[in-house]
């Protein structure tokens, strides 16, 4: 088990490899993530976040769909198991530079539990901006952890 993991995870249409990991907890990871193939960064987050141990801290470079997501069930997964120490929104051409992407991207922490709770905590619902824009609650609450403009 790790005490953090910090990860950017690659971009759609890999096959993903399994390792040695809980056949329990990679079972609900799945089952939750795959069949949906909304986004493979949610599978990497979601697995990220078992294989370090409670109280350890995850860092990911994400798209803004797992924070901004219409459907909650990735971040309602991620807020049972982790506590949400912030995220920070970049501007779309972060990493136009050196990946050639021009694309919203999110830094999120987390710091898992020690055990899965029942909550919907506020960032885990969207809203939507003075502008009509649907985005996370955390981001409507906290606009000083938007870097540039959307």
């Known amino acids: 088990m790790f005490v953090v993991n910090a990860e950017r995870c ?7 490899h399994q390792n040695q990991h809980s056949e329990q907890a990679e079972a609900l990871i799945v089952e939750q993530f795959i069949p949906k193939q909304e986004n493979i960064h949610n ?3 979601a697995k990220a976040l078992d294989q370090v141990r409670p109280g350890g801290v995850v860092a990911f470079v994400t798209s803004r769909y797992t924070m901004d997501a219409k459907d909650s069930t990735v971040r309602r997964y991620l807020a049972q198991r982790a506590e949400l120490l912030g995220t920070i929104r970049l501007p779309n051409d972060a990493f136009k530079k050196n990946a050639g992407a021009e694309v919203v991207s999110d ?3 987390l710091q898992k539990r020690d055990r899965p709770l029942d909550i919907v905590p506020e960032w885990t619902q969207t809203g939507q901006t003075e502008d009509g824009f649907a985005i996370n609650r955390y981001f409507i609450d906290h606009p000083e952890m938007v870097l540039g403009r959307q």
């Open 10 to 16: 690659c971009a759609g249409g890999r096959q993903l």
């Open 43 to 45: 599978y990497f987050f």
């Open 107 to 109: 830094i999120i922490f």
